[in-house]
Nanobody, 125 residues
Framework: QVQLVESGGGSVQAGGSLRLSCAVT????????MAWFRQAPGKQREGLSL??????RYADSLSGRLTISQDNAKNTVYLQMNSLKPEDTAMYYC????????????????????WGQGTQVTVSS
């Protein structure tokens, strides 16, 4: 059974940083596309970043503040977030799609099959 478990969220002051982790267990052999999304209360889920081997993509609105990376030996994907703002407050989710990314131009939730339960990030001013 495939499971994605996020961690690393928490409360931080504006200007601070957090590193989120997503541990993947039960995955089939082969490559897979991993992504991070977030959803703030009353808003739609927003794609932030994706990674597939050495290829990474970021949402334009957040580019420069995010870094996605992965440790294949640990089956874990990370999202480093810097210069956090109160508007970054949201539940952050990781997602996976086996067999590669369906698109590199858009980070769309419909393109991902497996989801974690999320980790809350709260940024105070």
């Amino acid at each position: 059974q495939v499971q994605l478990v996020e961690s690393g969220g928490g409360s931080v002051q504006a200007g601070g940083s957090l590193r989120l982790s997503c541990a993947v267990t039960g995955s089939p052999s082969g490559s897979h596309c991993m992504a991070w999304f977030r959803q703030a209360p009353g808003k739609q889920r927003e794609g932030l970043s994706l990674i597939y081997f050495a290829t990474t993509r970021y949402a334009d609105s957040l580019s420069g503040r995010l870094t996605i990376s992965q440790d294949n030996a640990k089956n874990t994907v990370y999202l480093q977030m810097n210069s956090l703002k109160p508007e970054d407050t949201a539940m952050y989710y990781c997602a996976a799609n086996w067999g590669g990314c369906r698109s590199y131009n858009r980070i769309v939730e419909d393109h991902f099959t497996y989801w974690g339960q999320g980790t809350q990030v709260t940024v105070s001013s």
